[in-house]
Nanobody
Framework: QVQLVESGGGLVQAGGSLRLSCAASGRTFSSVAMAWFRQASGKEREFVALIDWTGGSTSYTDSVKGRFTISRDNAKNTVDLQMNSLKPEDTAMYYC??????????????????WGQGTQVTVSS
């Protein structure tokens, strides 16, 4: 069974940076796409960033393009999210997620079968 454990959240001032990390267990990590989602209080969970199984293809929601960078290390079974120029509207619980199927890309939360417990990011103005 896959386990995902996030770390790196915290409180930061607007304009600051944070780096989130997700450690994954399981043998299929290098064959699956990984993503970060976030959920602000009172709002639905939303897609943030995706990286394919090779690390060669990424996608981002428009609001974070140019500020966030997703990366992965298949040797260490980790996926990171570097967040720069943070804004108060980035405040949310951030979740790491693994796609259900190997060699498959999706931004739909329903296509993700494994989720971490979440790490809180709070950006003060």
């Amino acid at each position: 069974q896959v386990q995902l454990v996030e770390s790196g959240g915290g409180l930061v001032q607007a304009g600051g940076s944070l780096r989130l990390s997700c450690a994954a267990s399981g043998r299929t990590f290098s064959s699956v796409a990984m993503a970060w989602f976030r959920q602000a209080s009172g709002k639905e969970r939303e897609f943030v960033a995706l990286i394919d199984w090779t690390g060669g293809s990424t996608s981002y929601t428009d609001s974070v393009k140019g500020r966030f960078t997703i990366s992965r290390d298949n040797a260490k079974n980790t996926v990171d999210l570097q967040m720069n120029s943070l804004k108060p509207e980035d405040t949310a619980m951030y979740y790491c997620a693994m796609v259900r199927r190997i060699w498959y890309i999706s931004e739909n939360p329903g296509d993700f079968g494994s989720w971490g417990q979440g790490t809180q990011v709070t950006v003060s103005s």
